[in-house]
């Protein structure tokens, strides 16, 4: 299948604009005379809306933005030396340099797809990296990992807030990374911590006491690099928020250093001049919706947000793929751009036909100071794609609190990511989570907290899924697949229940949710699918005379 160069479309649309993207006059004029606790929420409300990326699958293409080095096509990998080149993203990983699992792993915020925090890693580092905290290796013990770049081993006295291992970074990183968690935990300081190796729950200080040390140590010996300037403009182009502490790294000593309590005052750039701007979306925007399958259509959220606005915005698409792009308005009022939250409006892209399609939204009137702003649009459309089903293997590496699950995808089928559909068994009772994995294997965290378990795979293309792979199980005496003598487990799926059973078993029943036996099959073995409306069901068979309850989407 041939895939669409969007990417390059963007960069020749964009190119003669992204020099514009630094922050415009009076972007940090909230900030002004604020201090500690208040200054940090004056930050987290001027960074916490932003225009979200298209998807979390389509993070390589934004990253050919951010993340190559100046003049070449080599990725930036801050977690190793390996040199990998775009627009090839085999051997890396979409990183949330700031675990994911820290807030809990939900995909469904904005921190999951914020680029002012994901970067390109080398897989392999990623996953050593895994969801430790930040900090100095002690380099007397046994390192656990270390490739010259990436170091992960026991922490050094004070340091891991509990955790066993610490990640380290070369030391040309490391104002990076404490730049990028400054950031994380002002933008995000209304989340609800699941771990709290660094940080508390609260609006302030939130990162605790050895963490915030840490963090402004390396602030000072690491100062932001031409890299982290680039890199935070081309992210204001794309998602319409910045790293404060990059433009202002000194921001940080006046929340958490030696500084607090002592009122911020920016540069004379800064300072809001009274005059109409608009300062979101940024000039040169570029919202990239990302690629859709032919028949489907999918929606981009855009910010607007300005000060001393005189009069409506108006909004015009131009271009020749005008028609595939519609907007919820035409006019946007003075009051709502106005407004401290800003306002919203949510873009959709419905293709008519293959191929690449780029249109541009014009943006004038307001009085604003240039007169029009443009910002581009960027899609594109490819058939509905055809998914076989993957068949997962046995699990390997497994211990008394994780294991790797893996599996094996059809060759020649491009794949965007697996989704692995994760049972736990605890005391007779099912949990059920879906995983997202970017390699044909996931490492499974707190085994110990289940019994036993169970895994199945799914891959997923263009948000299209292929049907479920078969199921395997695993246990705690390291016996892995459905030879493992289970009993009988009965999963409900979209449309469909399955049967898993070591053996074959006799006389299965399915009763509705009055009690109404439904259906009867002779003979059931494993991973026997059976066709069934949404709905709640009991299912037993001769072997299994206790009722088993199922749900089916």
Known sequence: MKKLNILAIAAALLMPLIASAEAPQGYYGSLEGLSSSELKTAIHKLVRNFTQVSSYNDLPRYFARTDVHPGTSQWWDMYSSTVRYSPSFSGLNREHSFPKSWWGGNTGVPAYVDLNHLYPSDAKANSAKSNYPLGIVDRTEKLKFDNGVTTVGYPIMGQGGGCQYVFEPADEYKGDFARTYFYMVTCYQDFSWSYTYMVTNGTYPTLNGWSQRLLLQWNQDDPVSQKELDRNDVVYSIQNNRNPFIDHPELAEYIWGDKVGQPFHGSSSDQPTGDPVLINPAAGTEVDFGQVALGSSTTAEVFFRGENLTGALDLVLTGTDKAMFKLPTNSLSASLVNAPDGTWIRITYTPTALGEHTARLVISEGGMLGGSRGIGLV???????????????????????????????????????????????????????????????????????????????????????????????????????????????????????????????????????????????????????????????????????????????
């Open 379 to 553: 899609a594109g459309c490819l058939p509905v794609p055809t998914l076989t089903a993957c068949t997962a293997t046995a699990a390997t590496d497994v211990t008394a609190d994780s294991y790797t699950a893996n599996w094996i995808s059809p060759e020649g089928e491009e794949v965007d990511y697996w989704v692995v559909t994760r049972d736990k068994y605890v005391g007779g009772n099912v949990t059920r989570e879906e995983l997202i994995a970017e390699d044909p294997w996931l490492v499974i965290e707190d085994f110990d907290q289940s019994d036993s378990e169970a895994y199945s795979v799914q891959s997923v293309r263009l948000g299209y899924r292929s049907p479920i792979s078969n199921v395997i199980f695993v246990d705690h005496n390291s016996i892995t697949g459905v030879e493992a003598d289970q009993g009988l487990i009965v999963q409900g799926f979209d449309g469909c229940i399955r049967f898993v059973c070591s053996a074959p078993q006799t006389g299965a029943r399915i009763y509705d949710s009055t009690g109404r036996c439904i259906a009867c099959i002779d003979s059931i073995h494993n991973n026997l699918d059976y066709n069934i409306s949404a709905g709640v069901y009991l299912v037993t068979t001769d072997q299994a005379k206790r009722p088993i309850k199922v749900v089916v989407r």
